[in-house]
Structures are given as structure tokens and as C-alpha cells.
């Protein structure tokens, strides 16, 4: 997951540092690599789905948009 899909799920990137340094996500890093889903779920935060689904969708939209028998990888949400 990217700093793409908290701006698809609309979120405000000033809310949102405080919240990865309440638990323990290295902010600098989630720009720079991106985050696994399965560690956003382990927050059990109702906030993180919104989140999962743009990831979702934006790598659906992505597959769809990839030549056949292409793999898109580049942008694909991470876990």
C-alpha cells in the first residue's frame, strides 16, 4: 500500500503521521517502500480498510490495464 491509496481513500496526510507513529510505523519509510496490508489489519483500526480497498481497487484497475499476459507489478499494493 502507497501514500496513493490514503489520498484515493481521501484521508489527511496531517492526521495521518500522528496515527503510523501511535503504532510504531516508520513514516519515512511507508513513503519511500510503501506497507504490507497484513500489518495495517494487525492495528485491528476500522480506519485501515478504506485504505485496503483503494489499494484494492487501484490494482484491479491496474491488472485490467496490463497487455494480456502481462503481470502488472509496478504500483500494486503491497500484501
Known amino acids: 500500500m502507497t501514500i ?4 484515493d481513500a481521501r484521508y489527511c496526510l496531517a492526521g495521518v ?5 501511535r503504532h510504531g510505523f ?12 497484513d500489518r495495517l489489519r494487525a492495528t485491528e483500526d476500522a480506519l485501515v480498510l478504506p485504505v485496503i480497498r483503494a489499494a484494492q481497487a487501484r490494482a484491479q484497475a ?18
Not at 17 to 21: A, G, L, N, S, V
Request: glycine letters at 10%; proline letters at 8%; charged letters at 25%.
Open 62 to 79: 491496474a491488472a485490467l490495464q496490463a497487455p494480456a499476459g502481462a503481470v502488472a507489478t509496478t504500483g500494486a499494493p503491497r500484501g
Open 4 to 7: 496513493q491509496d490514503l489520498r
Open 26 to 37: 516508520e513514516w519515512q519509510d511507508f513513503l519511500d517502500h510503501g506497507i504490507e496490508a
Open 17 to 21: 503521521r500522528p496515527w503510523f507513529r
